[in-house]
């Protein structure tokens, strides 16, 4: 297990609770990687850590980002089998055993996300459920996000985590190199429950949508078919930038603030993204 950390001290708690909760028979250990925190959160995690599995703390401080991290824990685990979680969400209580199942049948697994514990009802509101029913695609190819298992065999094969992915896709690209190298599929493991957090304030929300718009692009680049975007992503560009702008007094009158800054960054994000890589995906 490796649970990947950039000054978490004030979140990690409840997902250090819930891996130390887990009904499990597997062995299994923690790998916490510690990358350049500055609020003592590998100490808290060492006080504050209960469960019966080992737990070793790794320090990724010299290159910033959740790629590299993840790479190094990969890199310091014992185990062939590896699954990711992130230091703001909540595995199930049966999620390491579900996860370790899975892998001993197939090499890429995703976790099942939920949304429901964590998050407001007001999030939720025209959020798609994404990864909660199925594995999903992205222009047409299968994707996964990074709370997923894979196999150390595929991982090494594969040069892990591209870390020029440093801002976010990171995830999205290792699924698409294994199915396009590989013709892996990530396999859809329905009770590896897994609780996730939205961002609650429009700014931080806007921001990882931006960033995630911006990964799009880029992921297009790479492995999409040819410079611009497929017609289905024009269609559902256009229908997102109406409703952004036509909803931007409301937003701005406070109401649907969260939402609208989730569309909105994401579409920005794609038209910076397009400028950098010189495609075109609106």
Avoid at 17 to 39: C, Y
Avoid at 55 to 73: C, M, Y
Avoid at 165 to 186: C, M, Q, V, W
Avoid at 263 to 274: E, F, W
Wanted: with cysteine.
């Amino acid at each position: 297990m490796v649970l990947c950390t950039h000054n978490g001290r004030a979140r990690i708690a409840d997902q250090l609770d819930a891996l130390a909760e887990q009904d499990s028979i597997v062995p299994w250990e923690l790998v916490l990687v510690d990358n350049r925190s500055t609020d003592n959160t590998a100490d808290f995690a060492r006080n504050h850590w209960g469960g019966s599995a080992p737990l070793r703390i790794i320090e990724a401080n010299d290159v910033a980002g959740l790629s590299h991290a993840r790479n190094v824990g990969v890199a310091n685990a014992a185990a062939e089998y590896i699954a990711f979680c992130d230091d703001d969400d909540v595995v199930g209580l049966s999620w390491v055993q579900a996860m370790a199942d899975a892998l001993s049948q197939h090499s890429l697994v995703a976790s099942a996300l939920s949304y429901e514990r964590l998050n407001e009802q007001s999030l939720l509101v025209g959020r798609a459920r994404f990864q909660s029913e199925h594995v999903e695609e992205l222009f047409g190819m299968p994707v996964c996000a990074g709370v997923c298992g894979v196999r150390k065999e595929l991982w090494d094969d594969l040069g892990g985590n591209d870390e020029s992915l440093d801002f976010t896709g990171e995830d999205f690209d290792f699924a698409l190199r294994a199915f396009s190298k590989a013709g892996i599929r990530p396999f859809f493991a329905s009770d590896a429950v897994y609780h996730y957090r939205f961002r609650e304030d429009p700014a931080g929300t806007f921001k990882q949508a931006r960033a995630y718009g911006r990964s799009h692009a880029t992921l297009w680049a790479r492995h999409g078919d040819g410079r611009v975007g497929p017609a289905d992503e024009f269609r559902r560009a256009a229908r997102e930038w109406w409703w952004v702008l036509t909803r931007a007094p409301l937003a701005m009158a406070g109401r649907n603030r969260v939402l609208w800054a989730r569309k909105a960054g994401r579409r920005v994000g794609r038209l910076s993204g397009s400028w950098r890589e010189r495609v075109l995906l609106p």
